[in-house]
């Protein structure tokens, strides 16, 4: 009887947290966790395919096993290249016996029994559900800060992404639902939530209640023992002035925005279908910047997209300047399959991609240099993550997502000290790097 099982994820948050709810089915159907695939008699890759190199990684990690038709293990592909390459992946893998997107996941626990009963091509590909995948059972991997998942899939069709192809349409869970499982998280000692879904801004509650994003949002920051709550990803379309005021109203609701822009340039947003120019996008900046709290912002950025001028390209350096990011996650353009983009023209070559991406980071990096040494001497309330061994620094996470290594004068190593993890301490920030913040508890 097979019942071990592996399980790699790659990709988002989502994609982790999807993996959490699939060992915590797999748990509830009396399988057991191993940590080497060669240890395990079923072995699962939770996959990404928002960019081509991500995509690649998988098809790497199954051919190690093709030889011996994967020595007698049963392989499955989850995710969005599941969903993506669907039974093609029988082809190229002969050894895979299960291929499941994330729209299939309610369906796992069938799904176990035909690979069980040694079906060698059980798919799970249908995106024609109104469910979104919840579980008593998630198991979590953190103890303090737990992910809730409010919306399923995407309704936009951004030019150059596939999620809407491997995610399926837009399910958003009942208010009901996710408060349910907010509350119970706090009663098991859960304080840090994370609110997460491709665009959790176009929240919709399925119940006569009909609340939209900014209410769940409040509502969840009003939970007895809830010490903080983000959400990401949030699409600037969608992003409404309400959510700034209930950041305002109430700070559990963390001072942090991830609002990707993808590009500086209005001309280059239109031909992403991004629904929004860099005037609209710059007025909920604005917003930002009038709130209470200084709200730290983050976004994601495109280089490279078919048809980006040199020009354009400048438009998103001044962008940076206008705006001041945290920090940016920046890619290269992937041609992806399915999507809109596959028919622009101009297409830019690799190392222009590569070369608009170095000066992209070297700008953000000197922009979070700044905006990071203007922190020094201040107090940021630190949630403790862990102990960093090697250099004797505790590692915490500020409201705004900042990472705050520090040392404290009664608590100097992890042995005596496990419990200071999941606290929330004061720190005094003392020096800053670009990626960083180092500093000393005062309480
Ligand atoms: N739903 C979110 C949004 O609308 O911003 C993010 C979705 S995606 C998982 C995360 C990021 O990957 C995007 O914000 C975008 O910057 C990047 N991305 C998506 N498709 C890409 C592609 N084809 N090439 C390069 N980067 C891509
Ligand atoms: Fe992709 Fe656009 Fe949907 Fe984000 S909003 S998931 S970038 S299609």
Known sequence: ????????????????????????????????????????????????????????????????????????????VLGCVAQQEGEKIFEKAPHVSLVAGSASYTKLPQMLVQLERGDRRVTGLSLDTADTFETPFTRRDNPHRAYITIIEGCDKACAYCVVPFTRGPERSRTSESVLREARELASKGYTDIQLLGQNVNSYHDPSPAGWRFARLLRAVGELDGIKRVRFTTSHPRDFVKDIIDAIDDNPVLCNHVHLPVQSGSSAILERMQRLYTRDEYMRRIDWMKSARR?????????????????????????????????????????????????????HISEEEKTRRLAVLQEKQRAIQIRRNSELVGTVEEAMIEGFNRA???????????????????????????????????????????????????IN
């Open 391 to 441: 250099t004797g620094q505790w590692i915490g996470r500020t409201s705004q997502n900042r990472t705050l290594n520090f040392t404290h004068p009664l608590y100097g190593s992890l042995e005596e000290n496990v419990s200071l993890i999941g606290k929330y301490l004061d720190v005094r920030v003392t020096r800053a790097g670009p990626n960083s913040l180092a500093g000393e508890a």
């Open 294 to 346: 200084t709200i730290s912002i983050t976004t994601d950025v495109i280089v490279g997209f078919p048809g980006e001028t040199e020009s354009d390209f400048q438009d998103t350096l001044t962008l940076l300047d206008q705006v001041e990011y945290d920090s940016i996650f920046c890619f290269k353009y992937s041609k992806r399959p399915n999507t809109s983009a596959l028919a622009l023209e101009d």
């Open 1 to 76: 009887m097979m019942k071990t099982f592996y399980i790699e994820t790659f990709g988002c948050q989502m994609n982790a947290h999807d993996s959490e709810k699939v060992i915590g089915t797999l748990l509830t159907e009396g399988y057991s966790q191993v940590e080497t695939p060669e240890q395990a008699e079923l072995v699962l890759y939770n996959t990404c395919s928002i960019r081509d190199k991500a995509e690649q990684k998988v098809f790497h990690r199954l051919q190690q096993f093709k030889k011996d038709h994967g020595k007698g293990k049963v392989f499955g």
